[in-house]
């Protein structure tokens, strides 16, 4: 029987070649160490250390907060449990924008100190200097478009993205010119499928979507939303695997109880 760690440690030639055969492309995202383990144990091709960990680890209603410390330690926790997956890093808000020196600083130090093995960042034409200087580190780049949550403030809304013609064809410019700059991939954030599917068969390196349809080279979702460990974010696009919401929830009322009533421990739980 093959186990997980029979299969190839994943590169990004692995990913190109994966696209090239046809073979799709499955993201998640990952932040701690336990979760990383179970998700490259399970064979995962990628995991995103994304900075959705300021909403679902730390709390916050927007992944603006998360900063370029707490990426470092959510990735290192993750790269100590990873055997196979390709981890990228997303650089946090604040991080790269308008400043590629700064960008080339923080991509580095996510390497250095994390091991991780690419970073991601949101944007197109408008982040190409920084996209540039950390490539030519050698630095593996994600690039993402369409819905761009550090952008929150500037859309103001989390709807679908580029169902306008401007929109749609700023979004295949952009697409364009990160596969040019050298991106090894491209994660598309709910827009409409068919747009997608356009700028997946017209661009040679991996797309992966997020509510972005079924016509790209692969699919991320957010860990703790398809696990369903919190019932409240419900976007047309989340498959649930589970309910861990309610799984949990069960046990520590258990527990409790047992607790409580003063079952737990019982004779063969002590010393
Ligand atoms: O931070 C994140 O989880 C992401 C995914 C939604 C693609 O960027």
Same mark, same amino acid.
């Given at each position: ?51 959705s ?16 410390d ?18 990228v ?17 923080? +991509?580095?130090r996510?390497?250095? &100190?994390?091991?991780?093995?690419? @970073?991601?960042?949101?944007? /197109?034409? =408008? #982040? ?28 103001g ?38 747009? +997608?599917?356009?700028?997946?068969? &017209?661009?040679?390196?991996?797309? @992966?979507?997020?509510g972005? /349809?079924? =016509? #790209? ?55």
């Open positions: 029987m093959n186990t997980f760690k029979d299969l190839p440690k994943i590169t990004t030639h692995v990913l190109q070649a994966m696209k090239q055969r046809g073979e799709k492309i499955a993201m998640l995202t990952g932040y701690d160490y336990s979760m990383a383990r179970l998700l490259d144990e399970a064979g995962i091709d990628v995991i995103l250390v994304g900075d960990a300021s909403n679902v680890m730390a709390g916050h209603k927007t992944t603006l907060p998360i900063t370029l707490q990426m470092i330690y959510h990735a290192s926790s993750v790269m100590r449990a990873v055997d196979r997956a390709l981890v890093v997303d650089l946090p808000f604040g991080s790269y924008q308008g400043n590629s020196k700064e960008a080339l600083s923080t +991509a580095i996510i390497m250095k &100190e994390s091991g991780a093995n690419a @970073i991601k960042l949101e944007g /197109g034409k =408008e #982040v190409l200097e920084s996209i540039d200087r950390i490539l030519s580190a050698g630095i593996p780049v994600l690039g993402h478009l369409g819905l761009t949550p550090q952008s929150i403030n500037k859309f809304t989390y709807v679908v993205r580029a169902t306008e013609k401007e929109e749609a064809e700023k979004l295949k410019d952009d697409a364009r010119l990160l596969e040019d700059a050298g991106c090894f991939g491209i994660v598309l954030e709910k827009i409409p499928a068919a747009l +997608a599917g356009e700028v997946a068969r &017209e661009v040679e390196i991996p797309v @992966i979507g997020i972005a /349809g079924n =016509e #790209v080279d692969g699919q991320v979702l957010v860990l703790h939303d398809m696990l369903g460990l919190q019932q409240e974010f419900s976007p047309r696009f989340l498959r649930r695997y589970n309910n861990l919401h309610d799984s949990i929830i069960r046990s520590f009322d258990a527990y409790i109880k047992d607790v409580k009533s003063a079952d737990f421990p019982n004779e063969n739980e002590q010393y």
